[in-house]
């Protein structure tokens, strides 16, 4: 990578709108996001990641590592189509790439920070998570900074099915009825127990429509 600094060095401008995401509704945490170079994952890390990842009764597919040029990769990441819940999978849409530390810390949110909440404040189990996607290179917008996206390390949640057919969306319902606001807030406030950053509609109105989750460490919860 140390052959691409110079060309990293002149880009970032041009790079705010290189991703699937539009720029215009992707402010994500401002101070967060850090600069640093992709490196290679060892094979050891790599495998233990993929086998516990496995053990959660997920659904995905190991995937080579890809290096795009510009600070963007996707490195030990899988293709998650599925996470393993108490007596079920529950699939996951439009997700594509994800790195593996993210899908796990995401699997285990969804079974014990997302379903367990579906059932006992709205009744009925989670089927389905709706995303926004995790891979988009591309940086925070309004700075010359990659955003954690570029790496495959955050993922933009939209919405959930629940087994009943309810569909709650953050966008639809994060003000909506008493359970259904319950619900949401509960499980942002699980997410910021496990991910590093955990950006929603009461951060800024570029959030209003999805919680960005980001792998790593910190705590930066809003
Ligand atoms: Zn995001």
């Known amino acids: 990578m140390r052959s691409r600094l110079p060309f990293l060095l002149i880009t970032p401008l041009l790079l705010a709108g290189c991703g699937a995401i539009p720029s215009a509704r992707a402010p994500d945490r401002p101070q967060a996001a850090s600069a640093r170079q992709p490196a290679a994952v060892s094979r050891p890390e790599a495998r233990k990641c993929v086998t516990q990842l496995g053990q959660t009764g997920s659904r995905f597919a190991a995937l080579p590592d890809k290096f795009y040029g510009a600070g963007c990769s996707t490195l030990n990441s899988v293709k998650l189509d599925g996470v393993g819940g108490d007596t079920a999978q529950f699939s996951v849409t439009n997700l594509g790439v994800v790195a593996c530390p ?24 989670l089927a389905r998570i709706e995303t926004m996607g995790s891979y988009s290179c591309r940086n925070v917008a309004g700075t010359g900074r990659m955003s954690a996206h570029s790496r495959a390390e955050a993922i933009d949640v939209a919405g959930f099915v629940l087994a009943d057919g309810r569909r709650i969306s953050v966008l639809g319902n994060w003000n909506a009825s008493a359970e259904e606001r319950e619900f949401l807030r509960t499980i942002h406030q699980s997410a910021c127990k496990r991910f590093g950053t955990v950006l929603g509609p009461e951060y800024n109105a570029a959030h209003r429509d999805h919680f960005h989750l980001e792998y790593g460490g910190g705590s930066f919860c809003r």
């Open 102 to 125: 993210l899908a796990n810390t995401f699997a285990g949110w969804a079974r014990y920070g997302v379903d367990r909440a579906a059932r006992q404040i709205l009744g009925s189990p």
